[in-house]
């Protein structure tokens, strides 16, 4: 394997990973941010009110998502496979 293809496995990769862990990151923030500034305004700083609505939004979104993301992933494989036999010279 030479370095330019090493760089482009990795740099493929990387994107991948970003790009299957972007939503879900992003609901988080989002609702994470919904959440505080519902607690900044009602002065109620509860611990768990953070957590549960983050976790049935991940939840929600995971139904929603995973098709997609088990797509994405499978042609990723699929490509990295068929490039396998170029790798090796």
């Known amino acids: 394997m030479n370095p330019e293809s090493a760089v482009d496995l990795l740099k493929t990769t990387m994107l991948q990973a970003a790009t299957l862990a972007s939503p879900v990151l992003l609901t988080a923030m989002a609702v994470g941010l919904m959440v505080s500034l519902f607690q900044a305004v009602t002065s109620l700083h509860e ?4 957590f549960v609505p983050k976790l ?7 139904i929603f998502a995973l ?12 490509a990295m496979i068929e490039r396998m036999p170029s790798m090796t010279t």
């Open 67 to 78: 098709p997609w993301m088990t797509r994405s992933l499978l042609e990723f494989t699929r």
């Open 47 to 50: 611990q768990t009110l953070s």
């Open 56 to 62: 049935v939004a991940i939840l929600g979104l995971m």
